[in-house]
């Protein structure tokens, strides 16, 4: 009702990038935690930095993926 529906709509382009980030987010937290128990101080110690990292993975990926699907 308020969005249009938009064109440039790749839906495997957005399955990709999620599995991306979901991987992403998880090595990363899996990563940060096995830091945190070894040197006793975490790897990344702002929440803020892994969320934006993560949308950044997104969109980066989604972007790649809608190119790479558009030309197939």
Known sequence: MF???NPNFHPKAV???LFTTFIFWSLLL???AIFEQIQGVSLVQ???VMLISGLSIFFLTEFV???FYRTK
Do not use: E, L
């Open 65 to 67: 993926c809608s190119c």
């Open 15 to 17: 399955h990709t990038a």
């Open 3 to 5: 969005f249009k529906p």
């Open 46 to 48: 702002s929440s803020f």
């Open 30 to 32: 899996f990563v940060n």
